[in-house]
């Protein structure tokens, strides 16, 4: 999510709630099943897998934008900038429209599926970093411990979810994916993906990355390329995750859970 220069400010003030996760939350592993090519000049911010193509959308001002992605070759099938002067974040797929939100302007953009052509804009109050929907409702991250609920037709709000590691509210909760019930969510800055149960808020696992970030000398940013991505295929039990301009995007199946110490 943004640019480290951009909220260096907030992360030395504000730090995560505790990340290093608590004694009796499960830490799982994973195994690379397959690993696929992934842009490098993708600045990732929102993720999603739908009828065997993969939607992503990018950040940056001047850069930003939605595309629809050939998944075993990385190739670029579809694609359309974020109007200027927006800093592109978080997709949903909601029917026929895909949905995507935009960092600090308090807009999103609504973009026809089967083009990817934008067709109308919608506002919000605050920033705007994630979306993901469980078919029936929107969850949306905006960098706080607060996950709030839309509408998917109206896209107001009707609730919210509380997140909470041991009883500490966790922050910088990124982009999001529903999986299996739970919601799945990227923090900023770290090599963890969260497991949310949406009825407590309350993190239920962690799953550790850190194996699958590319060596520093490789990245052309070290401080912002970092994990962020999930995208998930229901129909076949995929999960796939990548980073901000990742050379790959990884297939991954998850691995016994160990408990901190």
Sequence with gaps: MKTFAALFAFVLFAPLAPVAAHAAIPVYGYH????????????????????????????????????????????????APTPWPD?????????????????????????????????????????GWALTSDGQR?????????????????LRQTGSIAVTVAGEPLRNINE????????WANVWLTTRIARIDPASGKVVGWIE???????????????????NGIAYDAKHDRIFVTGKCWPWLYEIRLTAPARNH
Aim: net charge negative; aromatic share 12%; glycine share 10%.
């Design 32 to 79: 690379v099943v397959h690993r696929y090519p992934h842009d490098v000049k993708a600045y990732t911010e929102g993720l999603l897998y739908r009828d065997g193509f993969l939607y992503e959308s990018t950040g940056q001002v001047g850069s930003s934008g939605v595309r629809k992605v050939e998944l075993a070759t990385g190739k670029v099938l579809q694609s």
């Design 138 to 154: 929107l969850y949306m991250s905006d960098g706080t411990p607060t996950i709030r609920i839309l509408d998917p037709e109206t």
């Design 209 to 227: 990355l850190a194996g699958l970030v590319p060596p520093a000398s490789t990245l052309a940013d070290p401080l912002n390329n970092v994990l």
């Design 87 to 127: 800093y592109g974040e978080g997709i949903a797929n909601w029917k026929d429209r895909l949905i995507q939100l935009t960092w600090k302007n308090q807009e999103g953009f609504l973009y026809h599926l089967a083009t990817l052509e934008p067709y109308a804009k919608f506002g919000y109050p605050g920033e």
């Design 176 to 183: 999001l994916e529903w999986v299996k019930g739970e919601i």
